[in-house]
């Protein structure tokens, strides 16, 4: 069944069938205007949304072999990492837990048994980089030596930008 149009908002709702344009003929471009939704102003129920304050897993693992490649013991670099707690559904705030153990290990923070997720932040031990991932902005930021910040940026594989703060 074709999408109908949103009155308010100028999208689609409704569901409509494969095949079927982008944004549907006579319609202007909306958040709401997805072909797939099932539901009023939905996004596309194909589409399983990031946890918040995680990457993605492959993102996650691309990210580490940049910081494995640049840490100055590669892949036996000492690092912390910490989930916030938000993410895992804590109550206890007051007591944070941070993990330790070697960069070349960090992909298996990613399956943790209580976490499907990686962490919120991953810095060196010896505090030369840290990566930490927004859970309010779903967005990572990395500070670190400009030669590794350029490898980040480099990458094709990981969609990265300059703040335009930072130098």
């Not at 944070?96 to 070697?102: F, N, S």
């Amino acid at each position: 069944m074709p999408g109908t149009p949103d009155r308010a908002g100028g999208g689609c709702a409704g569901r409509n069938s494969p095949g079927d344009p982008v944004v549907p003929e006579g319609l202007m471009p909306s958040h709401r205007c997805f072909p797939s939704a099932e539901k009023d102003g939905s996004r596309p129920l194909s589409m399983v949304p990031p946890t918040e304050g995680s990457l993605d897993r492959e993102t996650w693992n691309q990210v580490i072999g940049v910081l494995v490649g640049h840490a100055p013991a590669g892949p036996d670099t000492r690092c912390l990492a910490y989930y916030n707690p938000m993410t895992l559904g804590a109550v206890d705030f007051d007591e944070p837990h941070v993990r330790a153990g070697r960069l070349g290990d960090a992909g298996l923070l990613y399956d943790r048994s209580e976490a499907d997720f990686s962490p919120s932040s991953l810095w060196a031990e010896d505090r030369s980089w840290v990566l930490c991932t927004d859970y309010d902005l779903w967005a990572t930021k990395v500070a670190g030596p400009p030669a590794l910040v350029d490898a980040l940026l480099d990458d094709a594989g990981i969609e990265a930008l300059r703040l335009p703060w930072a130098h």
